[in-house]
């Protein structure tokens, strides 16, 4: 189940060094900032249920975004996996793991991106068979050098860290070997999505499209 539930989500977002991590407060916000992420080269989308909107947001990009890829983020239990997963997410990530987000995943068809921190946690997620986890939140937890460390001990299990990683040490992050990806806000500003400035969105995508190129 480990090397499935890796490989499922490497196709999906692995190959992408940074997956956009937005939250939509109005609709008419959704579709455009999809179509400004697709076209930087970010297709690869985590919209965050924490607003009202978040999904009608993801059924809106699906409908009307073509390539774009949409996971749900911050799941927090078993019947917002089952709305996500209803709304046509095609991964759902979580800040933590519980058991019965554990057990929603087991008979879901969408891939889980569940998060762990300590030794404990991520062994406990590596017997449970996931071998690619959301490491969050990444700065506040001990950062690149405590992730590092994992990477000798535990050397077979991914990680998207997520939180506090910025366009100043996200080079640090994806020159882990332990890293296929990170996550971050720092590509839809708020500012940006406020004034409509779909370009700036786009131009930021682009830059962190290349960072692996």
Not at 138 to 160: N, V
Request: charged share 20%; aromatic share 6%.
């Amino acid at each position: 189940m480990a090397t499935s539930q890796a490989e499922r989500l490497r196709a999906l977002i692995g190959t992408q060094p940074v997956i956009p991590v937005v939250r939509i407060d109005e609709l008419a916000h959704a579709v455009p900032m999809a179509k400004a992420l697709v076209a930087g080269g970010l297709p690869a989308i985590e919209v965050t249920l924490r607003t009202p909107v978040a999904l009608d947001a993801i059924r809106l990009i699906i409908d009307e975004v073509p390539g774009a890829i949409v996971g749900a983020g911050t799941i927090l239990d078993a019947r917002q996996f089952d709305a996500a997963e209803k709304a046509g997410a095609k991964f759902i990530v979580s800040p933590g793991t519980t058991q019965e987000l554990l057990d929603a995943a087991r008979t879901a068809a969408t891939p889980l991106l569940p998060g762990a921190i300590t030794p404990s946690e991520i062994m406990a997620m590596r017997e449970e068979g996931y071998g690619f986890l959301k490491f969050f939140p990444a700065e506040q937890s001990g950062g690149a050098p405590f992730l590092k460390a994992i990477s000798a001990p535990i050397p077979d299990m991914l990680f998207c860290p997520t939180g506090g990683v910025s366009p100043s040490n996200v080079a640090t992050w994806l020159g882990l070997p332990n890293v296929a990806c990170v996550g971050g806000s720092w590509i839809v500003p708020d500012a940006a999505v406020k004034a409509g400035d779909w370009a700036e969105v786009e131009r930021l995508s682009r830059e962190a499209a290349a960072l692996r190129a």
